[in-house]
């Protein structure tokens, strides 16, 4: 008998809201249920704490604690608080939803913005919504909201970046768009900062320049799609962010040693996850394009 497949379907297990004003709220989530359950806690007025093993964070109002039960964590009303904790949870079957709540949460913290006004804060008032008045279509529609939800957390994180932290922000930015002619002068603008300063920041910070991590980024795309497809390798080019197809196959020759058509002949696709040059994180390398001049040529 074969084993069962994973179940992809989360589900609402209950929402509340709260009005805490002393210490004696308090829970140890490392003895409570089960680490299937995942909590998502909108502070709506006063202030939470919640403590894990990156330390201990406030939770005023307009963020949410994340947290699951049967983990390293506490969290409950702060012992220096003056005002009452007023809150909206919702525990929720993480099941499928898993990477998207670790990432977050590895990416950003266990205390997150969520704006009143915001997309995250509305799908959260409809989660709130439907599971009183039960009227979720199906579990199909129940886990869609939810991971809407995570989705929406994400991105507001992100956009929160832009004036916390440029260099992430630009780094996300070219994540997201490296399949789009990219010019980092104008990235760079977009974080704030100048040109030079992004491309010394983020080197500092992530051991490459931004320029390379773009050309890594739509090598692994384009290694893919060459092993996935059949498609002419002008498309695939295209389709991978590089100028042209030209372009393309001289940095694939240049890092893996043959062109894209031999590769995809000889069946050559044995990783599909292309390191950083080594000699990235030693020496400055000589500009790629886009990166030299007035900065107007997009990468």
């Known amino acids: 008998m074969t084993d069962p497949l994973p179940d992809p379907f989360s589900s609402v297990l209950g929402i509340g ?10 829970w140890d989530n490392h003895r409570r249920g089960s680490g299937e359950e995942a909590v998502i806690q909108l502070t709506l007025a006063g202030a939470g704490f919640l403590e894990d093993a990156r330390g201990r964070s406030f939770a005023p109002a307009g963020t949410a604690m994340l947290f699951s039960h049967d983990e390293d964590s506490r969290y409950g009303y702060p012992p220096e608080a003056t005002a009452s904790y007023r809150l909206r949870y919702l525990v929720f079957k ?20 969520m704006a009143p006004a915001g ?27 939810l991971h809407r939800l995570l989705v929406a957390l994400y ?25 789009s002619p990219l010019n980092l002068k104008e990235v760079a603008a977009l974080c704030g900062v100048s040109r030079e300063h992004f ?6 910070r992530h051991g490459e320049p931004p320029g390379a991590l773009l ?10 799609m060459l092993r996935a497809t059949q498609l002419p390798v002008q498309e695939v080019a295209l389709a991978s962010g590089f100028a ?9 020759r240049l890092k893996f040693g043959v062109s894209p058509g ?4 000889q069946g050559r696709f044995t990783s599909p996850t292309v390191g950083p040059d080594r000699d990235d994180a030693k020496k400055t390398p000589r500009p790629a394009r886009g990166e030299s001049g007035s900065g107007r040529r997009p990468l």
Request: with cysteine.
């Open 262 to 265: 031999a590769a995809r002949k």
């Open 244 to 252: 042209d197809a030209n372009t393309f196959c001289r940095a694939y």
């Open 119 to 145: 997309e995250a804060a509305d799908i959260f008032a409809d989660l709130v919504r439907r599971y009183k008045k039960r009227q979720f279509r199906d579990r199909v529609q129940e886990t869609e909201l």
């Open 199 to 204: 491309i010394r920041a983020f080197r500092r």
């Open 215 to 224: 050309r890594r980024l739509r090598l692994e795309h384009a290694h893919r």
């Open 94 to 113: 993480v099941a499928g939803l898993r990477a998207w709540f670790d990432r977050l949460r590895a990416e950003f913290g266990a205390v997150v913005l």
């Open 17 to 26: 809201e709260e009005l805490r004003t002393g210490t004696d709220y308090f």
């Open 155 to 179: 991105r507001e994180q992100v956009a929160a970046t832009q004036t916390r932290d440029p260099v992430d922000y630009g780094s996300h930015h070219l994540r997201d768009n490296f399949r």
